[in-house]
Nanobody, 123 residues
Framework: QVQLVESGGGSVQAGGSLRLSCAAS????????MGWFRQAPGKEREFVAA????????DYTDSVKGRFTISRDNAVNTVYLQMNNLKPEDTAVYYC????????????????WGQGTQVTVSS
C-alpha cells in the first residue's frame, strides 16, 4: 500500500501564493505519475496537474496554466504544487493522487489518494 499525506493548505487573499506538498510512503517504488485534484463545495472533483516519474512530462488543466507549477523530488518522495496569483475560484480541498502504470497523466486513472488539504482564497 501507499500513503499520501498533503500539507501546505491554508487561507490567502486573492493574488497570493501557497505551496502544497504531498509526501508518499509505503510501496513508493510502485508509483509513477503523481499530481493533484481539487473539489470545491457542491462540485465534482477535478484534475489540476500531474507530473511523470522523471519530471520530464507535466499536464495542467487550462484554468491553472501559467499560475500553478507542479514539481517532484524523488529523493524525498514528495510532490509539490506551487500556486501563484490565486483566485477565489481556486478555493477547494486539494487532493494528492498517484498511479502505478506509468501513464503520462492522471486524467483517466488514479490508484491512490491523499486525505486532502483545504485551500481558501478570499477576494
Amino acid at each position: 500500500q501507499v500513503q499520501l499525506v498533503e500539507s501546505g493548505g491554508g487561507s490567502v487573499q486573492a493574488g497570493g501564493s501557497l505551496r502544497l506538498s504531498c509526501a508518499a510512503s509505503g510501496r513508493i517504488f510502485s508509483l509513477h505519475t503523481m499530481g493533484w485534484f481539487r473539489q470545491a463545495p457542491g462540485k465534482e472533483r477535478e484534475f489540476v496537474a500531474a507530473i511523470s516519474w522523471s519530471g520530464g512530462s507535466t499536464d495542467y488543466t487550462d484554468s491553472v496554466k501559467g499560475r500553478f507549477t507542479i514539481s517532484r523530488d524523488n529523493a524525498v518522495n514528495t510532490v509539490y504544487l506551487q500556486m501563484n496569483n490565486l483566485k477565489p475560484e481556486d478555493t477547494a480541498v486539494y487532493y494528492c493522487a498517484a498511479e502505478v502504470l506509468g501513464a503520462s497523466t492522471l486524467r483517466s486513472r488514479v490508484d491512490y489518494w491523499g486525505q486532502g488539504t483545504q485551500v481558501t482564497v478570499s477576494s
